[in-house]
T-cell receptor
Framework: SQQGEEDPQALSIQEGENATMNCSYK?????LQWYRQNSGRGLVHLIL?????REKHSGRLRVTLDTSKKSSSLLITASRAADTASYFC??????????????FGDGTTLTVKP | EAQVTQNPRYLITVTGKKLTVTCSQN?????MSWYRQDPGLGLRQIYY???????DKGDVPEGYKVSRKEKRNFPLILESPSPNQTSLYFC???????????FGNGTRLTVT
């Protein structure tokens, strides 16, 4: 099964509302990253949170990390139609034998209606 | 402009005909990686490279080869493509294996 799994698979909200996506993972990590993908295009990095950090902000984005529960959440506040995209979490591996391996979840498809 | 360039963007080929998808980055990144994206399966890592002449298998390496002879280039080779390799492929690079990844625009491959 996937190291990173996002929840929900799909989310539909009205413009101005907040959107929350969750990610769970299985092994110990160094960093967790969130990426955005517009339909069929390359992924774009949004934010990186290290394993010793609990919360990070970037503009309208807020990411939390709970290493005891092996989970992270991405909150997008005051959403806009332009936020419509798929969002993925990605984890690396802490163990040296898997250094360099990265695992992406299946993604959450967010639709923001104008 | 800092970028990861993949070519071609679209490729239709037949079973067994060897092909190469090129990937080049101009950011002097040490780490490069290939992924395939399939509906319902997210992105899965095929191969990665921590530096020149250093490559390792990801989670789905079967049927693929890579090489890293120069820092900027990381081609993906399908020696004998099969229909189950029909997918959207992404190349990505980063300063180190723990840094944010920069992605190319993808190569949509169809094997008939």
């Amino acid at each position: 099964s996937q190291q990173g799994e996002e929840d929900p698979q799909a989310l539909s909200i009205q413009e101005g509302e907040n959107a929350t996506m969750n990610c769970s993972y299985k092994t110990s990590i160094n960093n967790l990253q969130w990426y955005r993908q517009n339909s069929g295009r390359g992924l774009v990095h949004l934010i990186l949170i290290r394993s010793n950090e609990r919360e990070k902000h970037s503009g309208r984005l807020r990411v939390t990390l709970d290493t005891s529960k092996k989970s992270s959440s991405l909150l997008i506040t005051a959403s806009r139609a332009a936020d419509t995209a798929s969002y993925f979490c990605a984890t690396d591996r802490r163990d040296n034998t898997n250094a360099g391996k990265s695992t992406f979840g299946d993604g959450t498809t967010l639709t923001v209606k104008p | 402009e800092a970028q990861v360039t993949q070519n071609p963007r679209y490729l239709i080929t037949v079973t067994g005909k060897k092909l190469t998808v090129t990937c080049s980055q101009n950011m002097n990144h040490e780490y490069m990686s290939w992924y395939r994206q399939d509906p319902g399966l997210g992105l899965r890592q095929i191969y990665y490279s921590m530096n020149v002449e250093v490559t390792d298998k990801g989670d789905v390496p079967e049927g693929y080869k890579v090489s890293r002879k120069e820092k900027r280039n990381f081609p993906l080779i399908l020696e004998s493509p099969s229909p189950n390799q029909t997918s959207l492929y992404f190349c990505a690079s980063s300063l180190t294996e723990r840094s944010p990844l920069h992605f190319g625009n993808g190569t949509r491959l169809t094997v008939t």
